[in-house]
Nanobody
Framework: QVQPVESGGGLVQAGGSLRLSCTASERTFSSYVVGWFRQAPGKEREFVATIEWSGGSTSYADSVKGRFTISRDYAKNTVYLRMNSLKPEDTAVYYC???????????????WGQGTQVTVSS
């Protein structure tokens, strides 16, 4: 069992960048698949990006491909989501989640953080 904790959200202008962090106190966090999801007001939670436990494989939603990069630092027990060229439609609460299956589906992730707000102004 792990408890992911997100940080790094905030307010940024369109075209700007942010880096989100997801960490956990449990060392076993490094052995989990970690995904980022987001939920905008009035919309369902959606997949953003995921990284396999070894860091060797990553996947992205089409809407963020080429702009967002997911990575992990094992020494810091942290997974990052670097977000460049942000758009107003990227505004959402971003959630980090851990699971055992490399997947883009929400139900495959068992452990969830509380979320961090990202707001992109036009």
């Amino acid at each position: 069992q792990v408890q992911p904790v997100e940080s790094g959200g905030g307010l940024v202008q369109a075209g700007g960048s942010l880096r989100l962090s997801c960490t956990a106190s449990e060392r076993t966090f490094s052995s989990y698949v970690v995904g980022w999801f987001r939920q905008a007001p009035g919309k369902e939670r959606e997949f953003v990006a995921t990284i396999e436990w070894s860091g060797g494989s990553t996947s992205y939603a089409d809407s963020v491909k080429g702009r967002f990069t997911i990575s992990r630092d094992y020494a810091k027990n942290t997974v990052y989501l670097r977000m460049n060229s942000l758009k107003p439609e990227d505004t959402a609460v971003y959630y980090c989640a851990a699971g055992v299956r490399y997947s883009v589906y929400i139900n495959d992730y068992k452990y969830w953080g509380q979320g961090t707000q990202v707001t992109v102004s036009s």
